[in-house]
């Protein structure tokens, strides 16, 4: 069977772990929030599918152990999809560091928000060659004169997208003109 690891995966990214789930992956999911875990597994109908993977990814080593847990258990990793935020500086980069290890081949769709710089981040990016890497950019929609952020459905409809069509870089929404982009 083949394996995914989703950061985000019960919140906003919660239909692309049900997507993945539909079609043969086993879905390890890094979370914090247990009720929402719950909600999920109930929704992909079978707990076999799923490992929870409870960690604040901020912490270095537990992230690492749970990592390495996951794919001891379920086999290496072929797909990961990680929305991570910028308070946990390493948390990619341990990611890709135990993914890696022994692995021959797996994909990386790195989530980034509408204001990052896909330049900047690809270049800080440490990606060794089993890996092929694929940004995909969260940006807002217009509706008429006024726009606001994508809902958690268009962002987890566009992810599909982006792996299905496997682009290096995959805008969802719109990030042009910078100005007209929702409050925060």
């Not at 879905?27 to 909600?39: P, T």
């Not at 929870?52 to 537990?62: C, I, K, Q, S, T």
């Not at 990793?77 to 081949?105: C, F, P, R, Y």
Request: charged content about 25%; proline content about 2%; glycine content about 8%.
């Amino acid at each position: 069977m083949k394996h995914a690891l989703i950061v985000g995966g019960t919140g906003m990214l919660s239909n692309v772990s049900l997507w993945l789930i539909e079609n043969g992956y086993h879905v390890s999911i890094i979370a914090r929030n247990a009720e929402r875990m719950k909600k999920l597994i109930q929704l992909a109908g079978s707990d076999r599918t799923v490992t929870p993977l409870f960690v604040d990814y901020r912490n270095n080593d537990d992230l690492k152990e749970k990592i390495n847990q996951t794919m001891k258990h379920n086999g290496n990793i072929d797909i990961v999809v990680a929305w991570i935020h910028s308070i946990a500086e390493n948390a990619l980069q341990i990611i890709v560091n135990e993914v890696s290890k022994g692995n021959t081949g797996w994909e990386l769709f790195h989530i980034l928000g509408s204001s990052a710089n896909l330049d900047e981040i690809k270049k800080k990016a440490v990606v060794p060659i089993n890996c092929k890497y694929y940004q995909v950019q969260l940006g807002f929609k217009m509706e008429g004169t006024r726009s606001r952020w994508l809902t958690n459905e268009e962002i987890s409809e566009g992810v599909i997208e982006a792996i299905k069509k496997k682009k290096k870089m995959f805008m969802i929404g719109q990030i042009e003109p910078w100005e007209k982009r929702p409050n925060l």
